[in-house]
């Protein structure tokens, strides 16, 4: 599978997980796929259970990519994950293996002000 071929899969995935469109968000995983979240320990394995955990969350969640980077087997997306109208920022890190994600681990983050030490050095665009 080709670079180009990777990034529009990841970018109807991430159109369909901000839809709540479980069903076309889920393609990209292969059967056997793993799913990891390191700050909370958990580790959800296969396509049906990961979409399973995602089909049960109560929030309203929204996804706003930053960008996708990556080639060949490994892509990495930054994304800010909205749950209930609060931001998180996020990245996915995706393994490719025969064209579908065999792994992905999700780190998250809350937002923070800068520090009173830093305040002279920030671009406020």
Known sequence: M???TVRTALERHWEASDASDFNIEHEIYSEDAVLY??????RIRGRQKIQESRFVQPSKKRFTIRRIIGGCDLWVTEFILTYDKVPSYAVSIMEFRDGLVANETQYFADRFDPAPSR???IDHR
């Open 2 to 4: 080709d670079d180009r």
């Open 37 to 42: 979240y390191p700050q909370s320990g958990e």
């Open 119 to 121: 305040a002279h050095l």
